[in-house]
């Protein structure tokens, strides 16, 4: 689908979307068809109760006078209330009932007392609708041409276009980095393993990212026991990638600000076997990882003017003659020594060598991880936030504010010694899981052990929000991309220089 900006046009033959707001009144354009019509649109609005609240649509043959077949009446709500969410939700609940034409005009109106002008509601609008355009059906064959959708063109007539233009490609630069997180997170685990990720992941060389990849080999000499115990049951051989973005060349503090990605590109428990209801879904453990790499696309994309590197732990969880055991101990690189409880808490041991790697390596002044890593977040929070925890009031405040930028919501989560108590080991330094009780939190509890003074942390479970059975405004079902948009707001707001 392609998206452009021009003057309004009310002469087209392509489906119209026209603003209405709260209370169905017709904003500019709506208002002049409606007198064009002699009052059949206000009419159909009576007659059909719509009131215009923010995303609420009505489809309407055109009435005669218009060369248009269709009109699509959207609603915005209260202008004084709009937001730049406000805008992109717009665009995405509009596009399904445009996807099958071959191209559509939505003409977009100055909004009496609204802070958001209509070149940045109209950017927005058509970022909503392309975030809502995605579609992961590489490997349908027989539907895939009945079911695709016809939209070739999505005009957004306004008056500012050029300004619009330039807004709005700052945003499609922002969506490619969530279509890969969503790409990478869809793709089955017979296509996507450690190798396979890297070699997805080497092509942001053309964008001037640089890529480092430690083997087996390299890892065991570094003292990685956790993360090579996790991979050792699987014929996949794991993997350590790092991607670095320098951005900010000059910058007095070449310290770069970090994100670490847990990428289990499967996870069966190991030993601990997972229930095999719903066990395809562990194609995504590797989330994190995804998020880390299609962020990473985003800052190198629009050429953000940070510091900022990205490292992702790829192993693939599996049981077999040579897995890692319950009641095992592994010496992470720190030197700490973990006691295997359940094999299917694994996330944690490989973020730990990951995270300890990383501020080995380049000595981040802030590090960020995200991961699938809990069920019992999705217990805590459902499927609507994400689980947050932080060694920093001033990041978690950043995060949390982010989070409501962007609608990519984070809940802060305790830390505390009484939890720390729970994961102590009576022959290694710590065990993998601290029982039922509070379960996220002290896999927070565990992560934070390899956080090094001084470092600026905070760890994001991602479980519950990674991927969604049902579709939303922006958001279809499947994978979600969830935390590209809100890291990507985090770095340009409080990182860039």
Known sequence: MRIKFSKADFSTDHPLVLMVSDGGGLLSAAEALDKKTNGSISRVIKNEDFEGTLGEVLVLNAPNGLKSSKIVLVGVGDPKRLQVGSAQL???????????????????????????????????????????????????????????????????GVREFAKARKIYSSLSKVANGVFLTRDLVSEPANILFPESFVERARELKKLGIKIQVLGEREMRKLGMGALLGVAQGSQRTPRLLSMRWDGAPNSSNKRP????????????????????????????????????????????????????????????????????????????MSGQTIEVINTDAEGRLVLADAMWWCQQKFKPHTMIDLATLTGAIIISLGHHHAGMFANDDELANRLTKSGEETGERVWRMPLGDDYDNQVKSQIADMKNVGGRDAGSITAAQILQRFVQDGVKWAHLDIAGVTWSNTDSPIVPKGGTGFGVRLLDRLVAEHFEE
């Open 90 to 156: 717009v665009g995405g609940k509009i596009y399904p009932h445009l996807a099958h034409q071959n191209a559509a005009y939505v003409i977009v109106d100055s909004m009496p007392g609204s802070k958001l002008s209509a070149t940045e509601f109209s950017a927005n609008l058509a970022f909503g609708a392309l975030l809502r355009s995605y579609r992961f059906d590489k490997y349908r064959t027989k539907e895939k041409k009945k079911d695709q959708p016809k939209l070739k063109n999505l005009i957004i």
């Open 257 to 332: 600000i970090a994100f670490i990605g847990k990428g289990v590109t499967f996870d069966t428990g190991g030993i601990s076997i997972k229930p095999s209801g719903g066990m395809e879904d562990m194609k995504w453990d590797m989330g994190g990882a995804g998020v880390v790499t299609g962020l990473m696309r985003v800052l190198a994309e629009r050429k953000a003017k940070v510091n900022a590197v990205g490292v992702a732990g790829l192993v693939e969880n599996m049981p077999s003659g040579t897995a890692q055991r319950p009641g095992d101990v592994v010496k992470t």
